[in-house]
């Protein structure tokens, strides 16, 4: 079984001109929406899978997690307060024009437009400031969802997204800051050769998934 690791650093949110807003920018990152209620980010990545898929090989998912060291940490701020993390895994590339949507609508979901079975991992997790916590607080988790086709590929690339978003749920007693540590995703797959009319089914069907982008 192959091994693929992925890192993605950690996202600090303050207030900034009485907006949600991360005051970190790291690499690959984007700040989708900005307000005095909340933020959302976006961190993108991908596994490399052209020496794979360059043998004519299809890649067969064995294990997916996504793994962070603790829950989101938060200073300041009212009950309520909460982070919303999304990490999703797909074999076509989300337009930057769509990222936003696909989040409100859920990736690979009715009305989205990444297929189920491009849709290899996604995992929700909200955590959330309760009432019998401190100034200084490890957000609880409140709840943590799964699904994904993980549909075996012979794409050259899965794409890794990671939605971030901080939640402020009173304007009048703002939190000062959330931490959101950064995360591990790890891939473990099978690459092995098939019959030659499955491979090249595979092959014929992720090219036409990724230009249906170009037609939109």
Known sequence: MKLLVKGLGQVLFGIVGGQVAPTTNGPNMTTLIANPLYALVVQQSYFDLAGMTQREKTLFFRSITGQEPYNPSI???????????????????????KLLTEYALGVGLPQSITDWSQLVYYRFRNCVRTTDQGAT?????LSQNNMGSAYPTASDRVYIYRFIQANNADQSAQFTSILVPGCQVILGADVK?????????????????QQSYDED
């Open 75 to 97: 200073e300041g701020g009212h009950t309520g307060d909460d982070v919303r993390e999304t990490i999703v895994l797909t074999t076509s590339p989300i337009p930057a024009d």
């Open 137 to 141: 607080a490890i957000l609880a988790t």
């Open 193 to 209: 050769e098939e019959p030659e009319f499955q491979y090249l089914y595979r092959l014929m069907r992720s090219y036409e998934l």
